[in-house]
Antibody, heavy 118, light 112 residues
Framework: QVQLVQSGAEVKKPGASVKVSCKASGYTFTGYYIHWVRQAPGQGLEWMGWINPNSGGTNYAQKFQGRVTMTRDTSISTAYMELSSLKSDDTAVYYC???????????WGQGTLVTVSS | DVVMTQTPLSLSVTPGQPASISCKSSQSLLYSDGKTYLYWYLQKPGQSPQLLIYEVSNRFSGVPDRFSGGGSGTDFTLKISRVEAEDVGVYYCMQSIQLPPTFGQGTKVEIK
């Protein structure tokens, strides 16, 4: 069965960077895009971008351009999302998700809480 | 960005009764390929979101048939024919006709 397992919670200071991992299993990793979506405490869902695990190609939301980098390591079926120059309003749960069709995210990671605090 | 507006923002439903959530987009979600890129997700308390409906009316694998989606263009509806206790959570619509994909504000469904 398809599973996405994310790395654990992080606490960072303003200005630092965080790198969240998303390990995929149960399917061919290079066959499906991985997207990243975040959710601030008590708030809604916000799309950050995607990575094509086959080519490494990426597409980022304009809001995060210059601050976000999505990468992958096909040898271990893992995608990564790195966010730099962290601010307090980057405090959120970050999810990776695999598409079913189109942008229908049929499978989600369990989420990674990133807390940015001085 | 395409703005997605859901109504109502909260809903209290008696078990066994129907429920309906509306989602309106600021532009048509019908693409030139004939598909309409509208999705519905449910986020149960303390959990990751889960896909219910894709491309307006297609139920994702394992989704009970009491959930149905409909609509066209800019107006869409998610219906639950008979609400059960396990249906509590926040429901989101999402569009992907234009990047970035955007979500509605969410509709919180609780059981009376």
């Amino acid at each position: 069965q398809v599973q996405l397992v994310q790395s654990g919670a992080e606490v960072k200071k303003p200005g630092a960077s965080v790198k969240v991992s998303c390990k995929a299993s149960g399917y061919t990793f290079t066959g499906y895009y991985i997207h990243w979506v975040r959710q601030a405490p008590g708030q809604g869902l916000e799309w950050m971008g995607w990575i094509n695990p086959n080519s490494g190609g990426t597409n980022y939301a304009q809001k995060f351009q210059g601050r976000v980098t999505m990468t992958r390591d096909t040898s271990i079926s893992t995608a990564y999302m790195e966010l730099s120059s962290l601010k307090s309003d980057d405090t959120a749960v970050y999810y990776c998700a695999r598409v079913h069709v189109g942008y229908g995210y049929g499978w989600w990671g369990q989420g990674t809480l990133v807390t940015v605090s001085s | 960005d395409v703005v997605m507006t859901q109504t109502p923002l909260s809903l209290s439903v008696t078990p066994g009764q129907p429920a309906s959530i509306s989602c309106k987009s600021s532009q048509s979600l019908l693409y030139s390929d004939g598909k309409t890129y509208l999705y519905w997700y449910l986020q149960k308390p303390g959990q990751s979101p889960q896909l219910l409906i894709y491309e307006v009316s297609n139920r994702f694998s394992g989704v009970p048939d009491r959930f149905s989606g409909g609509g066209s263009g800019t107006d869409f509806t998610l219906k639950i024919s008979r609400v059960e206790a396990e249906d509590v959570g926040v429901y989101y619509c999402m569009q992907s006709i234009q990047l970035p994909p955007t979500f509605g504000q969410g509709t919180k469904v609780e059981i009376k």
